[in-house]
């Protein structure tokens, strides 16, 4: 018997929209498709991860009956059978309720996953849907009672191809005891083919990121994007969203007119100051006595900078102190040095379109065949010369001192913008075909940066084997399969149509 993995699968020349083609063709069609704007299939993994986070606007919730809402606390995910979170709060027109909740595409998804008839359904305090479908019914519980409904899709923040584009998966809930998947069945026979979706899966993935870069060109600058792309990539793990709003808070312009007003330091100190007070990090000198002398004095100039230029600052623009996570956290990644790192760099590249020319030094050196990644590494990496060395020693403000200066950015967290950010941005901007080959053909040989937590347990799940030594295009193939197919609860592999790839005919590949 000839089996697909005799067969040599060869790679694109350029980024494809094969695993698109792939991937959407093993999902049931919907007979009513309410949203069809967004490049990729908007899964309930989207829906839940928006639920988790509460990337909704909070005020003026109704249920589908009218009765006013609020969310206390969304619960906690459920990585076993039953309701996707546990335990959690709500205010239902006045009346605090806690228990279980219920993440769907559509309203009609209670009865056809037959939630109406499992009694591990019957805790549910309100069922959350993305989009009404089919006639408006009650969402009735195995023991009889009738539950409040939520649909959400007027009340997301933004859309849902921006929040999906961002959808932070290192940090998505995941049980550490994953076991392989059903898809690991058809492996040993067919290893080539998976090793060829999963390095589609990869340039879907860098695909998807560019054209989203390409249509938010629209309303903002190159240089614009640039920074954003940087300050999230700062702020990566649970402090991500507080470094997304500091770049949202305080765009390039508003920088450089802020620290106008204030002139009697160096800049880098000038954006330092600006970026503390507005992240609500700035502590007070007179409430701590464990600070030592060297403390005391760099506080004392932040704060003294910051009173200047917190004028043209809205009090409600200042994030609250209390939203920043260290737990968890390596001391080195803290975000008083990841925001130290972004004063730095933006005083080096805010002037005369610093970010953009950055991006086109790559594009042309990876274009000429001159791209040394050192030297990209050089252009961000931050050290004891940029500027005052307090954060160079100290990892908080009551820390105790290094006895020789850490680099506040890393070698790997750099490339990884390298990754996420210019390598999307440098396609976005290309037209000539030729070059985007090119840029193509660079991705294909550059490895892995890490390995990414997400990537090991997706391949151990599909039977994809050790991923150590592979490239980074493989490891962002296998984050996609995971956003794309895998989910944390048990039995989700009973459903999942990734499998379905595995028997499909052999032309549907060439």
């Not at 990884?416 to 294909?444: C, G, H, S």
Request: charged share 30%; glycine share 6%.
């Amino acid at each position: 018997m000839k089996y697909i993995d005799d067969v040599k699968f060869h790679n694109p020349t350029n980024f494809t929209d094969r695993y698109k083609k792939l991937r959407d063709s093993t999902f049931v069609k919907e007979a009513e498709k309410p949203y069809i704007a967004t490049r990729q299939p908007v899964t309930e993994k989207l829906v839940k991860t928006i639920w988790f986070d509460q990337q909704i606007e909070r005020r003026g919730l109704k249920t589908t009956d009218g009765k006013r809402i609020a969310i206390i606390t969304p619960g906690e995910w459920n990585f076993d059978e039953g309701p996707d979170f546990k335990n959690a709060k709500i205010n239902l027109n006045g009346q605090d309720l806690t228990g279980d909740v219920e993440i769907d595409l559509y309203s009609s998804n209670w009865k056809t996953h037959k939630h109406d008839k499992n009694k591990n359904f019957n805790n549910v305090i309100l069922h959350v849907f993305l989009w009404s479908k089919g006639k408006e019914a009650k969402t009735i519980t195995q023991d009889k009672k009738i539950i409040p409904s939520l649909e959400l899709i007027d009340y997301i923040n933004d859309d849902l191809e921006i929040i999906d584009s961002n959808f932070d998966v290192e940090n998505y809930p995941y049980s550490s005891k994953v076991r392989a998947g059903k898809c690991a069945k058809w492996t040993l026979k067919k290893y080539s083919l998976l090793e060829y979706i999963v390095g589609l899966a990869g340039d879907e993935k860098v695909k998807l990121k560019s054209e989203v870069f390409a249509n938010q060109l629209t309303n903002e600058s190159i240089n614009e994007k640039i920074y954003k792309g940087i300050m999230d990539g700062l702020g990566y793990g649970p402090n991500r969203e507080n470094f997304r709003k500091l770049a949202e808070i305080l765009p390039l312009e508003k920088i450089e007119e802020i620290i106008s007003q204030e002139k009697f330091e160096e800049k880098s100190a000038r954006i330092q100051s600006l970026f503390f007070g507005v992240a609500g990090l700035i502590p007070e000198i007179e409430k701590i006595e464990t600070y030592d002398d060297e403390a005391k004095n760099y506080i004392a100039k932040i704060k003294k900078i910051w009173k200047t230029l917190r004028q043209q600052i809205k009090p409600a623009e200042i994030i609250k102190k209390e939203t920043w996570k260290f737990k968890g956290l390596r001391p080195y990644n803290f975000p008083y040095r990841r925001i130290a790192t972004a004063s730095l760099i933006i005083s080096r590249y805010i002037d005369n379109n610093g970010f953009e020319k950055l991006l086109q030094s790559f594009t042309d050196k990876v274009l000429a065949g001159e791209f040394k990644l050192k030297k990209f590494v050089d252009n961000l990496k931050t050290d004891a010369s940029d500027s005052s060395n307090f954060w160079f020693y100290k990892t908080t403000f009551v820390s105790k001192k290094f006895s020789k200066p850490v680099a506040l950015l890393g070698e790997e967290r750099i490339l990884l913008i390298l990754i996420n950010t210019f390598l999307p941005a440098a396609i976005a901007k290309i037209n000539n075909m030729e070059d985007r080959k090119t840029i193509y053909q660079w991705w294909l040989k550059q490895p892995a940066i890490s390995t990414n937590r997400t990537a090991r347990i997706t391949s151990w799940r599909c039977g994809f084997g050790n991923i150590s030594g592979q490239s980074e295009r493989i490891q962002q193939g296998l984050i996609q399969i995971f956003r794309d197919f895998c989910d944390t609860k048990k039995g989700t592999c009973t459903d999942c149509s990734f499998q379905s790839i595995f028997t499909m005919p052999l032309g549907t590949f060439f």
